[in-house]
């Protein structure tokens, strides 16, 4: 047995929450994380718009793809960071459905192959539309909702989840919701899920920086592990920063019309969160992941109406 084995062997188990079963399955899917898998697509949506190519099959066709697999990606996180020790009792996030004995290892994994399989079945009709790199992409993504603390190799524990959230949650989720509806990847769906991607990868960074001290101790090298909470505090304000510098940069490339300014209504509530994120630290930053992901979908709403307007 591994050291790490052997002490995770050693630890109580967590006290087990009062929950219901169907209140169980709830918590595992962790719908605070919802958001941040709808708003991309809100926002690729208003690029079609924009562009005159909406496909309102396409649309629903892409939220339920996007929720499926950030529920499937939830599942397996459960799963895999309860198998690799990395939920202990001493965890400062909510609790876990695996680590806390409400539902079993085998019920979990069995669920999140059924979600990737509804997400396959909804990602149809995507395809079909989009043709093979819709398919490709669908692909990678699913790879990436497990891989992330799953596998060998689990991203999450190398320090490369900012990259494939930023990636998959900006670039694929914009950029992939308006070309599947337009079937043209033009400039505007590009850059357009720059700032979405920044605030995808701004939640990950408070879950980050929550969790870095038990992280460094189940060797789960995030880059708030690897760089220390002040780099993670200076990652977590150029996100924000980023994310609402893109409108007039889109403005002034003639991509968005005079209403560019509508996401900067969300400015006390950004202001807040850095405020917070450089002042906070263990279960306090529960408040401000679950605040970043309602800044990044009003953020997003206000930004397609933006591109609409």
């Not at 700032?195 to 920086?209: E, H, Q, R, S, Y």
């Not at 490339?253 to 005079?258: E, I, N």
């Amino acid at each position: 047995m591994e050291p790490l084995e052997r002490i995770s062997a050693a630890m109580p188990p967590p006290p087990r929450p009062a929950v219901s079963l169907p209140g169980a399955w709830l918590m595992a899917a962790r719908p605070k994380t919802l958001p941040a898998a709808v708003a991309p697509v809100v926002v690729g949506t208003a690029v079609a718009i924009a562009e005159d190519g909406a496909h309102v099959p396409s649309v629903v066709a892409a939220v339920a793809v996007a929720l499926l697999l950030q529920i499937a990606a939830n599942f397996a996180n459960d799963l895999f960071d309860h198998r690799r020790g990395a939920d202990s009792p001493d965890r400062v996030g909510p609790a876990r459905v695996v680590s806390s004995g409400l539902i079993s290892e085998r019920q979990v994994a069995v669920a999140t192959g059924v979600v990737l399989a509804g997400a396959m079945v909804a990602g149809l009709a995507l395809v079909i539309r989009g043709g093979w790199p819709i398919l490709v992409l669908g692909l990678l993504a699913m790879v990436a909702a497990v891989a992330y603390t799953g596998g060998p190799a689990p991203l999450g524990y190398l320090g490369l989840g900012d990259v494939f959230v930023f990636a998959f949650f900006g670039l694929v989720a914009v950029a992939g919701t308006a070309y599947v509806q337009t079937q043209d990847l033009t400039g505007l769906a590009l850059l357009a899920s720059v700032p979405m991607g920044c605030f995808a990868t701004a939640i990950l960074v408070v879950n980050n920086l929550r969790d870095v001290d038990g992280d460094r101790l189940v060797g789960k090298k995030t880059l708030a592990v690897r760089y220390g909470v002040k780099a993670t505090r200076v990652e977590y304000t150029v996100l924000v920063v980023v994310a609402f510098l893109a409108p007039p940069v889109l403005w002034a490339a003639g991509l968005l019309s005079a209403w560019w300014w509508m996401p900067w209504l969300t400015t006390p509530l950004a202001a807040l969160l850095v405020q917070a994120i450089w002042t906070e630290r263990g279960p306090a930053l529960n408040l401000r992941l679950a605040g970043t992901a309602r800044l990044q979908l009003l953020w997003g709403c206000l930004f397609a109406v933006s591109m609409i307007l």
